[in-house]
């Protein structure tokens, strides 16, 4: 039982590439979130799904994309990368009430 | 304004008792967590409470819930200096069905010896 995971650990990107990042978890949850975490903010919501086929957006969804083709799998998607998106990205999923989070992505946009 | 919020810094001595307090302002969460953050990691769920309940305590962690005032604490017994780290307080609610988590912004931790 390996929890929630997430790929790749780090990542550097140039303005304008694009990139998906992978989480996965295997514990049956529904609910999937991506977060993004940076100094003085907090964590901040950019989409969840609350099962597998849906997603909705968060606080802060602009300049992302997100797929939940399968019930473990939710991805995040940066279309055209800016270095405002520098961050590290948290995802999480939830079951039973109790939320899950995996290790993160450190993301540095150049 | 915020959701939920925290004090930013608590500094504590060795073997003291830590208070970590948090405020919601949403009166239909259903549950109310505590997470961990160390550097350079994750977040780890400490534990959590349900909004029908009082208190919870889970060996040297002791949560509190005042549903009247809206105010949750998490208190750590004989605090180490292994426990220095980022506490975050976070409230869940549905919303049209949905499990929307807010978090308040974390109070950073420091004990010395």
């Known amino acids: 039982n390996a929890g929630v995971t997430q790929t790749p650990k780090f990542r550097v990107l140039k303005t304008g590439q694009s990139m998906t990042l992978l989480c996965a978890q295997d514990?049956?949850?529904?609910?999937m979130y991506w977060y993004r975490q940076d100094p003085g903010m907090g964590l901040r919501l950019i989409h969840y799904?609350?099962?597998?086929?849906?997603?909705a957006k968060g606080e802060v969804p602009d300049g992302y994309n997100v797929s939940r083709l399968k019930k473990q799998n939710f991805l995040l998607g940066l279309e055209s990368a800016a270095p405002s998106q520098t961050s590290v990205y948290f995802c999480?999923?939830?079951?039973?009430?109790?939320?899950?989070f995996g290790p993160g992505t450190r993301l540095t946009v150049t | 304004g915020e959701d939920v919020e925290q004090s930013l810094f608590l500094s504590v001595r060795e073997g003291d008792s830590s208070v970590i307090n948090c405020t919601y302002t949403?009166?239909?969460?259903?549950?109310l967590y505590w997470y961990k953050q160390e550097p350079g990691a994750g977040l780890q769920l400490l534990t959590y409470?349900?909004?029908?309940?009082d208190m919870k305590q889970d060996q040297r962690l002791t949560v509190l819930l005042n549903k009247k005032d809206k105010h949750l604490s998490l208190r750590i017994a004989d605090t180490q200096t292994g426990d220095s780290a980022i506490y975050f307080c976070?409230?869940?609610?549905?919303?049209?069905?949905?499990?929307?988590?807010?978090f308040g912004r974390g109070t950073s931790l420091i004990v010395h010896p």
């Open positions: 999480a999923s939830t079951g039973a009430g109790e939320q899950y």
């Open positions: 514990m049956n949850h529904e609910y």
């Open positions: 799904s609350v099962g597998e086929g849906t997603t």
């Open positions: 949403d009166s239909s969460s259903t549950y």
């Open positions: 409470i349900f909004s029908n309940m």
């Open positions: 976070a409230e869940i609610t549905a919303s049209g069905g949905s499990y929307i988590p807010t």
